[in-house]
């Protein structure tokens, strides 16, 4: 008898946090990449392939659109070397080789944002949660997405991939809210 353990393709998020550090509040999140058989395929025959995350603080607005308070687009690239048998990931200049693909979307599936500052958000002075509190307002959201992005796949594939749901590869949009925190001031 033969069975087997079905791991459904996509990017799902394992683990979201916002942290105050002293540089500011900073995103994190884990997201669990999962490819199917035919990206997998195209990337061991040296289709490069282009994540796209998103991470972003929001307020909403009750009058109006909802408005980012910070946001960051990070873009990591995906390639298999044959020569190598490697695995290779690309932030901007960085890279980094794994010989596993499994390490490799480990490692790519952890984002972090830049800090938003202390001065732009706290509760005290003239930061922007102090402006929200002194309007009744209790806190803004996290924002946080990653998708892959077919519009960079060559030419010939991208007709494939706009059409073909097994290169539909995005996680849903995960939403939580963040708190102002009381920050100490020295005397």
Known sequence: MC????????ISISKAEARLTD????LSVDFDIQLSPMIEMALKHGVTLYFV?????????????????????????????????????????????????????????HQTSPPVPI?????????????????????????VQMKLDVTQLPKPLQVNALTNEDWKLESEP?????KPVETEVEP
């Open 3 to 10: 069975t087997s353990l079905a791991v459904a393709e996509g």
């Open 53 to 109: 995350s998103e991470l972003t603080i929001n307020r909403s607005r009750w009058y109006w659109l909802d408005t980012d308070v910070a946001r960051d687009e990070q873009v990591a690239k995906l390639s298999f070397n044959a020569l190598t048998q490697q695995y290779r990931i690309t932030h901007g200049s960085l890279f980094q080789s794994f010989n596993d693909l499994k390490d490799a979307l480990q490692v790519l599936g």
């Open 174 to 178: 995960y939403r939580w809210q963040i």
């Open 23 to 26: 540089e500011g509040y900073r």
């Open 119 to 143: 001065e732009f958000l706290d509760k005290k002075g003239g930061g922007y949660f102090s402006r929200l509190l002194k309007k009744g307002s209790e806190c803004c959201s996290a924002i």
